[in-house]
């Protein structure tokens, strides 16, 4: 249990948020590759913890809730000059 919430950061249904992150590249390059991807975190804490999870699953230690799960990973070609390339790729997770 948390000793104090800080704010409240997970998305509404429907809501959207927009981060912008800047890099440094090279003068030269004519565009970059940005991948971006979302996954659910494998659960994690100290081993009495997690053995008391696994304790309480069916699966045991081999429940997926201990693994990363990939939810969908994007990759879009930036060019540099200030205009997204139209090649964008969506690739979902299994």
Same mark, same amino acid.
């Given at each position: 249990?948390? %000793? *104090? !919430?800080?704010?409240?950061? /997970?998305?509404k249904p429907e809501e959207r948020r !927009?981060?912008?992150?800047?890099?440094?590249?090279? *003068? @030269? *390059?004519? +565009?970059? @590759? !940005?991948?971006?991807? &979302?996954?659910? *975190? %494998?659960?994690?804490?100290?081993?009495?913890?997690? =053995?008391?999870?696994?304790a309480q699953s069916?699966?045991?230690?081999? @429940?997926? /809730?201990?693994? #990363?799960? $990939?939810?969908? =990973?994007? +990759? /879009?070609? /930036?060019? &540099?000059?200030?205009?997204?390339?139209? +090649?964008? #790729? &969506? $690739? $979902?997770?299994?």
């Open positions: 249990q948390a %000793a *104090a !919430v800080v704010a409240d950061t /997970v998305l !927009v981060e912008r992150f800047t890099f440094p590249t090279p *003068a @030269d *390059a004519p +565009s970059m @590759d !940005v991948v971006a991807t &979302l996954e659910y *975190a %494998a659960v994690d804490g100290p081993k009495k913890f997690l =053995e008391q999870i696994a069916p699966l045991g230690a081999r @429940d997926p /809730v201990f693994e #990363r799960i $990939r939810i969908v =990973e994007q +990759s /879009v070609n /930036v060019l &540099l000059q200030g205009q997204t390339a139209p +090649s964008e #790729r &969506l $690739r $979902r997770g299994p």
